[in-house]
T-cell receptor, first 117, second 115 residues
Framework: AQTVTQSQPEMSVQEAETVTLSCTYDTSESNYYLFWYKQPPSRQMILVIR??????QNATENRFSVNFQKAAKSFSLKISDSQLGDTAMYFCAFMKPGGGATNKLIFGTGTLLAVQP | GAVVSQHPSWVICKSGTSVKIECRSLDFQATTMFWYRQFPKQSLMLMAT?????????EQGVEKDKFLINHASLTLSTLTVTSAHPEDSSFYICSVGGGISYEQYFGPGTRLTVT
């Protein structure tokens, strides 16, 4: 069974600085997808970034980028130029495609990020 | 991405009654929807996968007779919590799958309080 581990329960960063959130996962699959979701105080889950395992190039979305190390099964999220609106719980998630019920997300325990003014 | 709504956003019910939560995909025809439960400061726990026109697939440990799921159309799935008890109080979130990279899009959630 696949597992996702986020070893940092809480992190803090100063506004405009850079922070990296860690995520490791365990799987025997070769084809899968990885995601970072954020959940702000409103509790609305928002997709931050996605990574296809078959792509070697790290995904980037504006200030958000990932460091995907497939062999090490590591998928960290880097947030550059942190903003107050980045304050949220961040969840790393794994998905093995297969259609229907198999397309379920497996979430890590989350990292609570606080951006300080 | 897909726009997903949930209704109600917050419901309070008495112990022993049933409550229905709706999840609508507003701009996407969803053959599959997912139902999650989230306790305060915890991660999302998948309860079941809702399949349009067929029975839901429940995760291990989830009581299917207590959490009834109906996915009657490509835009609507409902979760009914039957004979609710205070321990059922939680935040329930639905999602729609089908993004180009299999990402899921989430509804805003429903806070259930059972008194």
């Amino acid at each position: 069974a696949q597992t996702v581990t986020q070893s940092q329960p809480e992190m803090s960063v100063q506004e405009a600085e850079t922070v990296t959130l860690s995520c490791t996962y365990d799987t025997s699959e070769s084809n899968y997808y990885l995601f970072w979701y954020k959940q702000p105080p409103s509790r609305q889950m928002i997709l931050v970034i996605r990574q296809e395992a078959y792509k070697q190039q790290n995904a980037t979305e504006n200030r958000f980028s990932v460091n995907f190390q497939k062999a090490a099964k590591s998928f960290s999220l880097k947030i550059s130029d942190s903003q107050l609106g980045d304050t949220a719980m961040y969840f790393c998630a794994f998905m093995k495609p297969g259609g229907g019920a198999t397309n379920k997300l497996i979430f890590g325990t989350g990292t609570l990020l606080a951006v300080q003014p | 991405g897909a726009v997903v709504s949930q209704h109600p956003s917050w419901v309070i019910c008495k112990s022993g009654t049933s409550v229905k939560i709706e999840c609508r995909s507003l701009d996407f025809q969803a053959t599959t929807m997912f139902w999650y439960r989230q306790f305060p400061k915890q991660s999302l726990m998948l309860m079941a996968t809702s399949n349009e026109g067929s029975k839901a697939t429940y995760e291990q440990g989830v009581e299917k007779d207590k959490f009834l799921i109906n996915h009657a159309s490509l835009t609507l799935s409902t979760l009914t919590v039957t004979s609710a008890h205070p321990e059922d109080s939680s935040f329930y979130i639905c999602s729609v799958g089908g993004g180009i990279s299999y990402e899921q899009y989430f509804g805003p959630g429903t806070r259930l309080t059972v008194t």
